[in-house]
């Protein structure tokens, strides 16, 4: 660990505006971003007495082994460059709330010819009306499916709607009424999208508009005698109301509210916020957050607050009013920040009486349930998967703790295709980020000696790599699924750079150990592989399945763990994840492989001109029957090759082909 005084700087050089800084680490990596209005007060008490700092940030201090700073105007700019580079830069010291799950919302395509209602998670598109979010996603599913019966929009995918648009009859829902069919005719262009803008509008509050129309309709209905229809519209009013009911009012219809309570020890942190639209509550989100620098409830408020609405795809998830258990000591800066996001005003307070301060209480209740329930499982989870990991270190005889376990398992049919997974465990956990897959082909691909030695080296050199230059990016080695590095460096960086995309990272630290499936075949394979490298403080194991034996390097006998150990069932678990990662890249690379076409056949044509010829004319049969003018209108195909790809399925028209089949699945692809 750095000592601080190695690298402080000196009190005079400090300014004494406003700003950012950063603290490094030995590799030049972003350990920790903070802003103060003062900087040179602020990064002095990291330095005064480095013993008296609370544990978390004595920690960190004694990590990093720089410290960078950038001035900037106001503390309103402090907060968007602080933002923006704990975005960037992922420092491990600094608080994130991370979702465990993607939220549900209800998305209105508008943009498309014939808009679609959809449940979507994730990133937002343009030109979508997007309402929520919902919890738990079977909430909106079922509201979804109740307001087709008044609002009978499109929900099909584009492929099913195409051959519904091709065979001329529509899906189940168009049979049973709750889809207009635009695919068939049913309604014009123009009258569906009026009906999905009308379901945009019931979405957006105006239930009682809605309900108060059809009431009118059914008693003009019953006037006339006509029970029919006003048997029909008094389902729909029900099926109105019904949603109505999931939704219950909270507060006045003209409150657009996120309520957010936090509830915390000294270690971890627990939030939620009810998303609260036209008075009632449309969503609820919650985060259970590790305290890993020393911050009082009014600073976890304002973390919370920016990673919230900045990662915002859209300005209309920020309401007009975010209230909070305490007020940040920023709290006009976030709510300028809030404003300037959502292009209107946008205000930041602590409910002190009412039904809102009652509404937070209700949160303050979920935020504390998830908290004691988040610490009781992980007491559980934690417990055993420290018994596994101290139990297979003593196994096999192993001076360091195991906090990163690499697997590594080979797939192939036959000795084609060959391929392999790397599946990363940290503290007994799967870290997915750091999962890796490599293509094997040549001298490597004989067996599984060779592939394994092949991909081990490839890991490892890329490893030694970072090792001898940190501040550069390491080879590419684009099989190998190794990402480009973080460029560091002691610049300081300006405001105006901060805006690009955040750099792909390198791996933080290496592997402990190394589980390859096999025996002693492959166990000595990649052994030798980290011995040519000059490797010796990563260890190798290999699990086999047959008897589920662990072998390890220069032994005649394995190491036989107890049938009932968490050491094995840690070791199966590491092993079946990576067997299930290499199987699944070994189908996606074997079916592309073996999906043939007439059009592969033609020479000028890569596979984004055949998708292009596919998706215009739907079958090589009927791009046969094309002319020249008419291959000339998809897109990337200019007059010479047009004339070229016409000329070569004329001459091989007298050809009897057969259609294109993935020979994995049996499917025909084009006819």
């Known amino acids: 660990m750095a000592d601080p005084a190695t690298y402080r700087p000196k009190t005079g050089e400090i300014p004494t505006a406003p700003g950012v800084y950063r603290f490094r680490?030995?590799?030049?990596?972003?350990?920790?971003?903070?802003?103060?209005?003062?900087?040179?007060?602020?990064?002095?008490?990291?330095?005064?007495?480095?013993?008296?700092?609370?544990?978390?940030?004595?920690?960190?201090?004694?990590?990093?082994?720089?410290?960078?700073?950038?001035?900037?105007?106001?503390?309103?700019?402090?907060?968007?460059?602080?933002?923006?580079?704990?975005?960037?830069?992922?420092?491990?010291?600094?608080?994130?709330?991370?979702?465990?799950?993607?939220?549900?919302?209800?998305?209105?395509?508008?943009?498309?010819?014939?808009?679609?209602?959809?449940?979507?998670?994730?990133?937002?598109?343009?030109?979508?009306?997007?309402?929520?979010?919902?919890?738990?996603?079977?909430?909106?599913?079922?509201?979804?499916?109740?307001?087709?019966?008044?609002?009978?929009?499109?929900?099909?995918?584009?492929?099913?709607?195409?051959?519904?648009?091709?065979?001329?009859?529509?899906?189940?829902?168009?049979?049973?009424?709750?889809?207009?069919?635009?695919?068939?005719?049913?309604?014009?262009?123009?009258?569906?999208?009026?009906?999905?803008?009308?379901?945009?509008?019931?979405?957006?509050?105006?239930?009682?508009?809605?309900?108060?129309?059809?009431?009118?309709?059914?008693?003009?209905?019953?006037?006339?005698?006509?029970?029919?229809?006003?048997?029909?519209?008094?389902?729909?009013?029900?099926?109105?109301?019904?949603?109505?009911?999931?939704?219950?009012?909270?507060?006045?219809?003209?409150?657009?509210?996120?309520?957010?309570?936090?509830?915390?020890?000294?270690?971890?942190?627990?939030?939620?916020?009810?998303?609260?639209?036209?008075?009632?509550?449309?969503?609820?989100?919650?985060?259970?957050?590790?305290?890993?620098?020393?911050?009082?409830?009014?600073?976890?408020?304002?973390?919370?607050?920016?990673?919230?609405?900045?990662?915002?795809?859209?300005?209309?998830?920020?309401?007009?009013?975010?209230?909070?258990?305490?007020?940040?000591?920023?709290?006009?800066?976030?709510?300028?920040?809030?404003?300037?996001?959502?292009?209107?005003?946008v205000d930041i307070r602590v409910p002190q009486r009412g039904d809102k301060k009652a509404l937070m209480e209700t949160v303050a209740r979920n935020a504390s349930d998830a908290l004691r329930l988040h610490k009781s499982r992980r007491a559980g989870d934690i417990t055993t998967r420290s018994a596994a990991l101290q139990e297979l270190q003593e196994a096999l005889d192993l001076p360091v703790a195991l906090l990163r376990i690499e697997c590594y398992d080979i797939s192939h049919v036959s000795g084609t295709n060959v391929v392999a997974s790397m599946v990363v465990a940290e503290d007994g956990l799967p870290k997915k980020s750091d999962y890796r897959k490599f293509s094997i082909t040549g001298d490597a691909a004989r067996d599984d000696t060779s592939a394994m030695y092949d991909v081990i080296s490839r890991r490892f050199r890329n490893y030694l790599a970072e090792n001898a230059d940190p501040a550069a990016d390491p080879p590419a080695d684009p099989a190998a699924g190794q990402l480009p590095a973080e460029r560091t460096g002691t610049d300081v960086q300006p405001l105006t750079d901060t805006l690009t995309a955040a750099p792909r990272t390198k791996f933080a630290y290496p592997p402990n150990l190394v589980v390859v499936d096999g025996g002693q075949p492959q166990v000595a394979a990649a052994s030798r592989a980290l011995a040519d490298l000059g490797i010796t403080d990563i260890y190798v194991v290999g699990l086999a399945k047959r008897l589920e034996e662990v072998w390890v390097p220069d032994s005649d006998f394995p190491v036989i763990l107890p049938r009932a150990s968490e050491a094995l069932f840690l070791l199966q678990r590491i092993r079946d994840e990576a067997h299930r990662f290499a199987i699944t890249f070994h189908r996606q690379k074997r079916a592309k492989s073996m999906t043939a076409s007439l059009l592969d056949e033609i020479s000028g044509l890569g596979p984004a001109k055949r998708a292009a010829l596919l998706k215009e004319f739907g079958s090589v049969k009927k791009l046969r029957k094309a002319s020249v003018e008419e291959l000339q209108r998809v897109p990337g195909i200019g007059p010479a090759l047009a004339a070229s790809v016409h000329a070569q399925l004329a001459a091989k028209g007298g050809q009897a082909s057969a259609p294109a089949v993935n020979m994995t699945t049996g499917e025909i692809v084009e006819t």
């Open 25 to 345: 680490d030995e590799h030049g990596r972003v350990i920790y971003v903070g802003k103060a209005k003062n900087l040179r007060s602020r990064l002095n008490s990291y330095f005064a007495n480095p013993r008296g700092l609370l544990p978390k940030t004595r920690a960190m201090v004694h990590t990093a082994a720089s410290v960078e700073w950038t001035v900037v105007g106001t503390e309103l700019e402090a907060l968007q460059l602080e933002y923006t580079w704990i975005k960037e830069f992922n420092p491990r010291f600094n608080i994130m709330f991370r979702d465990d799950k993607s939220y549900p919302y209800l998305a209105v395509t508008m943009g498309e010819k014939y808009p679609r209602a959809q449940v979507m998670r994730g990133d937002r598109r343009k030109d979508t009306r997007y309402f929520g979010p919902f919890y738990p996603a079977k909430a909106i599913r079922e509201t979804l499916d109740t307001l087709l019966r008044v609002f009978p929009v499109r929900t099909c995918s584009s492929g099913v709607f195409k051959r519904a648009e091709r065979t001329g009859r529509p899906c189940l829902l168009g049979y049973i009424d709750k889809c207009s069919a635009p695919c068939v005719g049913r309604i014009s262009p123009e009258d569906h999208r009026k009906l999905a803008a009308e379901l945009c509008d019931f979405m957006s509050g105006e239930g009682k508009r809605f309900i108060g129309t059809l009431e009118k309709e059914m008693q003009a209905a019953v006037a006339e005698l006509d029970y029919e229809t006003a048997a029909r519209l008094r389902d729909d009013i029900a099926a109105l109301r019904k949603v109505f009911e999931r939704n219950n009012v909270v507060l006045s219809e003209d409150t657009d509210a996120d309520i957010f309570a936090l509830e915390e020890d000294e270690l971890e942190a627990s939030a939620q916020v009810f998303h609260v639209r036209a008075g009632r509550i449309r969503g609820q989100r919650g985060w259970v957050v590790e305290k890993v620098e020393d911050t009082d409830t009014a600073d976890l408020v304002e973390h919370l607050i920016q990673q919230v609405y900045g990662e915002a795809a859209s300005t209309d998830r920020i309401p007009r009013q975010v209230l909070v258990p305490v007020l940040p000591s920023n709290a006009d800066e976030l709510g300028q920040w809030l404003s300037g996001l959502r292009g209107a005003r």
